[in-house]
């Protein structure tokens, strides 16, 4: 089934453009807005949109700084909460139904402890993950990677500027090992090396150092307080980040955790059936309540 797609520039007040796109009825209102991760990447959600337009509009942009989003000046997740505040706002959308993915879910957290008004149900997919989590994930990600592989990526990040062939030779490597599945995860890995691009890395350490200097750990008691009635976590069990992160979050936050087994960071990819029964039955429950 096909649905109507709407595109669109909106301004922000620092005068950053963000490129957006909606597909469904943009009359119907709650609209679900799906947030996309990185950071410093574009939008990559197009194949998750269609599988819950026909339950309410789904709105996806690209971040500034990324895709069709052009922005020179700094990042901070500040910054990106607001963007997102005064997109609803061109939408015309009063509340939303936030759907963030990796990055997505940590800035779909971050929007509900400023905006929890305007927060209408909140799945947060593959993140925000907590604690140290980095650690388990780096060895994982080493864990599927071969010694070779594992020197050849640490190569090309140490090469003052690299080439375009040596960019999705850096990217393929450091995303192949985010899938469950090692041969269809490095396909994935080298198809997205060249379409999602270009990536803004300097936007990715600034986001990163704001993260840091300000982690969601510390805010924590006051998101549980904040989060809507209808809030969920979603994970892929073969995930290299740790779900057991995401178990000790959802116990923070007494929130539900649906594992998706076989699949990895991105799960819509290895579990299509899976996610998409699940996504219908959150936005049913989120648009009927």
């Known amino acids: 089934m096909t649905w109507k797609e709407t595109q669109g520039l909106a301004s922000m007040t620092d005068a950053a453009q963000l490129c957006w796109t909606a597909l469904g009825d943009t009359d119907r209102k709650p609209a679900v807005v ?8 574009p939008d990559y959600l197009g194949d998750v949109a269609p599988l819950i337009a026909d339950l309410a509009p789904v709105y996806r942009y690209d971040q500034r700084g990324a895709g069709r989003s052009p922005w020179r000046g700094a990042h901070s997740l500040a910054r990106h909460v607001d963007d997102l ?23 779909a957290s971050r929007f509900c402890l400023r905006h929890s008004d305007r927060v209408a149900a909140v799945l947060l997919m593959c993140g925000p993950f907590t604690g140290d989590w980095r650690t388990d994930y780096r060895a994982e990600r080493r864990r599927r990677m071969t010694l070779a592989q594992q020197e050849r990526r640490r190569a090309l990040q140490e090469l003052p500027h690299r080439t375009e062939e040596q960019e999705v030779e850096l990217l393929t490597l450091s995303w192949f ?12 890995a080298a198809q997205d090396a060249r379409l999602r ?3 803004n890395w300097s936007m990715n350490d600034e986001l990163g150092s704001d993260g840091r200097a300000d982690p969601l750990d510390e805010h924590l008691a006051d998101l549980r307080a904040c989060l809507p009635e209808r809030a969920e ?20 936050l007494d929130l539900p955790l649906t594992r998706i087994e076989d699949a990895g960071h991105e799960p819509w990819l290895e579990q299509p059936d899976a996610v998409r029964a ?5 936005v049913q429950g989120a648009v009927g309540a």
């Open 34 to 41: 799906l947030l996309h991760g990185g950071p410093g990447l």
């Open 177 to 188: 090992t985010d899938h469950a599945d090692p041969v269809r995860g490095w396909q994935w």
């Open 233 to 252: 976590l979603l994970a892929g069990a073969g995930d290299p980040r740790p779900v057991s992160a995401l178990q000790s979050l959802a116990l923070r």
């Open 278 to 282: 699940h996504l219908r039955r959150f």
């Open 197 to 199: 691009r270009p990536v």
């Open 85 to 107: 505040a005064e997109l609803l706002d061109a939408w015309d959308v009063p509340r939303a139904v936030l759907i963030g993915h990796s990055y997505g879910a940590d800035l």
